[in-house]
């Protein structure tokens, strides 16, 4: 593709030889000739210029022969080139026969059903909709359109899926809740689940993650949340748009999350928490209390970041400190012994 032409794609401006022929796209340490790569730092420029890259993209222009296609987030071009150099293939639709689909089921045009797939009854299914092996479709269940749902899916009954979705392999959607009560023998006694989960458009959700049905209601992934691998979210909670929640998170019951809020990895809510919108908690913080808008927090209990970075950088001197008042303490008792027996 013309250097020209991708950057009429990416909307840039272009500074170099248009008609240059670029192959494809690569990192900064790995771009070869023919290659465009993306600067995200100018202190990566002598990186830049050793390299035998052809083109690159830059927010605003930089000093090098190289040619240039200036565009106001160049990370995001050059996610949106790989997209064009590197389409996801697209399976040939249809059923397979070793596909088993249930009674009262609505598919959409372009459907792609794969062997191993079970649908269940009164399920509808949108157009250009792929389910791979295995994948396992509950009574009762909407799948938007467009949606790719991998290997291995479990979706409970009831559960809906939005448009544009993907689910990852391993993923189970819908199952129980964790509820229980004890009965008068003190035995754990199961409350049945009866709500659903419902996910909302353009949202992905990582490998061997689990989103539980509501006890009663809705669990809710609104539109544009991505979610890692190996989260969980838990009965009844609400998870707000364009959120990230990284890997290993864990939400408890009834937790509440405004829009764009960040969990990095690790981080525990407690249940009944709510995070206001645009809240971001730093890696393995835990929180049971809940957190107004706009906030930074870190730590376990989580404070705000600021606090909880000297708690960090006093935590090694602890033992030192200790020691250093051991002594302290003993020389005031000597003081004291000495004056008391005068």
């Given at each position: 593709m013309k250097l020209e032409k991708i950057a009429e794609l990416v909307g840039g401006t272009l500074k170099g030889d248009g008609s240059l022929e670029i192959s494809g796209l690569q990192g900064l340490e790995q771009a070869q000739k023919g290659h465009i790569t993306f600067l995200s730092k100018k202190l990566l420029l002598d990186t830049l210029n050793r390299s035998q890259v052809s083109a690159v993209l830059v927010k605003e222009a930089v000093d090098t022969s190289i040619s240039q296609v200036i565009v106001a987030s160049p990370e995001l071009a050059f996610a949106r080139l790989l997209r064009e150099f590197h389409p996801e293939p697209k399976p040939k639709p249809g059923i397979h026969d070793r596909a088993v689909v249930g009674e009262n089921v609505k598919l959409g045009e372009q459907v792609t059903l794969s062997a191993g797939v079970c649908v269940g009854n009164?399920?509808?299914?949108?157009?250009?909709?792929?389910?791979?092996?295995?994948?396992?479709?509950?009574?009762?269940?909407?799948?938007?359109?467009?949606?790719?749902?991998?290997?291995?899916v479990t979706l409970y009954r009831n559960t809906e899926l939005g448009n544009h979705v993907i689910l990852h392999s391993g993923v189970v959607v819908g199952a129980d809740g964790f509820g229980y009560t004890l009965d008068e023998k003190g035995a754990h006694f199961k409350i049945n689940q009866i709500g659903r989960v419902v996910i909302e458009d353009h949202v992905e959700?990582?490998?061997?993650?689990?989103?539980?049905?509501?006890?009663?209601?809705?669990?809710?992934?609104?539109?544009?949340?991505?979610?890692?691998?190996?989260?969980?979210?838990?009965?009844n909670c609400?998870?707000?748009?364009?959120?990230?929640?990284?890997?290993?998170?864990?939400?408890?019951?009834?937790?509440?999350?405004?829009?764009?809020?960040?969990?990095?990895?690790?981080?525990?809510?407690?249940?009944?928490?709510?995070?206001?919108?645009?809240?971001?908690?730093?890696?393995?913080?835990?929180?049971?209390?809940?957190?107004?808008?706009?906030?930074?927090?870190?730590g376990h209990p989580a404070v705000p970041l600021g606090e909880w970075k000297k708690y960090v950088t006093v935590l090694p001197k602890l033992p030192e400190m200790a020691r250093k008042m051991r002594d302290l303490e003993a020389r005031l008792k000597e003081i004291e012994d000495n004056r008391s027996s005068q």
């Open positions: 009164d399920v509808v299914i949108g157009d250009h909709v792929h389910l791979f092996p295995n994948v396992v479709v509950g009574e009762g269940c909407q799948i938007g359109s467009h949606t790719i749902i991998h290997p291995n959700i990582g490998a061997n993650s689990c989103i539980d049905r509501a006890a009663m209601g809705t669990t809710r992934i609104k539109q544009g949340t991505k979610i890692d691998n190996l989260v969980q979210v838990a009965h609400t998870v707000g748009e364009h959120s990230i929640l990284v890997a290993q998170v864990g939400l408890a019951g009834s937790c509440t999350l405004g829009h764009h809020v960040v969990l990095a990895g690790q981080v525990g809510v407690a249940d009944h928490v709510t995070l206001g919108d645009q809240v971001t908690l730093a890696a393995q913080s835990g929180t049971f209390r809940s957190i107004e808008s706009n906030n930074v927090y870190g």
